[in-house]
């Protein structure tokens, strides 16, 4: 189990998200399990209402959570977002090559409070290259103005770019820690 924080990309612009971080185990069975926790004033973010758990493009536009998950030249995108609704990519290279991928639903679960919004998701091993994984978990944020923050575990310079190999930060091993 590896447990990390993620920065804010820039300036904190609303004060509305304080904290976050992340934590990703894998699991005995082959499953991954990714946990969010994010801290702030939870009733200034836009949360999307629930909807169907089932695959959705264009997340990435509101509040979302995404794991980024290397496997040798190319990776595959994940993203979650706290109405349940989820997407999943693979792409060949950095922005190339990208194809949507037919994996069972990931179980999403959101909790929240006034302080604190917590996403846990549970992604199936089918939906995951065999490890070692470099991984990168990411969120963007969005405020009941409209401003968004970017979240990740590490940033590359310029513009926020979760797709960037700078991102995977965090190498996950079969059997061991990170």
Known sequence: MAKRALT????????????MAGTVMLRDDGSLGIQYDLLGKIGDLAIPDSA??????????????????????GYREFNFSP?????????????EGMTALDIPAPVID?????????????????????????????????DMSGMKSYWALAHPPGTPDFHHPDCFV????AGKGA
């Open 8 to 19: 804010c990309h820039g300036a904190q612009h609303s004060g509305a998200p304080q904290a």
């Open 52 to 73: 169907p758990g089932v695959h959705t493009d264009g997340l990435w536009q509101t509040t979302c959570f995404e794991l980024f998950v290397g496997d040798g030249a």
């Open 83 to 95: 109405s349940s609704a989820w997407a999943g990519y693979r792409f060949s290279g950095y922005r």
């Open 110 to 142: 959101l909790e929240q409070d006034e302080e604190r919004l917590r996403l846990s998701v549970m992604l199936d091993r089918m939906a995951l290259p065999s490890p070692p994984w470099k991984i990168g978990l990411s969120a963007v944020i969005e």
């Open 170 to 173: 965090l190498l996950l091993e």
